[in-house]
């Protein structure tokens, strides 16, 4: 199983990216769970975005009316809608899919938002 993960840069505070991770080498008929955790300085990685097999989808509080987590008919493309960043959303986002075999992660993408 891979993760292609894209889309990260730099932005100032207020400004948009858009996260893209592609999944290969497997079937979506066993597919659970997609999404995006991120590292920031010093910190655990924290799960930010999460989306089922199923379209429900989950946030981390602090990202709720900014982000949107959505995906391609396929299930093998997911896209995490960042907007109105703020610094302390600063770090590394990692995509991850969940299936039968278990956790996958993709490379880190590095987001940094500037004043």
């Known amino acids: 199983v891979q993760l292609q993960a894209s889309g990260g840069g730099s932005v100032q505070t207020g400004g948009s990216l858009r996260l893209s991770c592609t999944v290969s080498g497997t079937d979506n008929n066993s597919f659970l769970l997609m999404g995006w955790s991120r590292q920031t300085q010093g910190k655990q990685r924290e799960l930010v975005a999460s989306?089922?097999?199923?379209?429900?989808?989950a946030y981390k509080d602090s990202v709720k009316g900014r982000f949107t987590i959505s995906g391609d008919n396929t299930g093998f493309t997911r896209w995490l809608q960042m907007n109105s960043l703020k610094a302390e959303d600063t770090g590394v986002y990692y995509c991850f899919l969940v299936d039968l075999s278990g956790r996958h992660w993709g490379k880190g993408t590095q987001v940094t938002v500037s004043s």
């Open positions: 989306i089922t097999n199923e379209g429900i989808t």
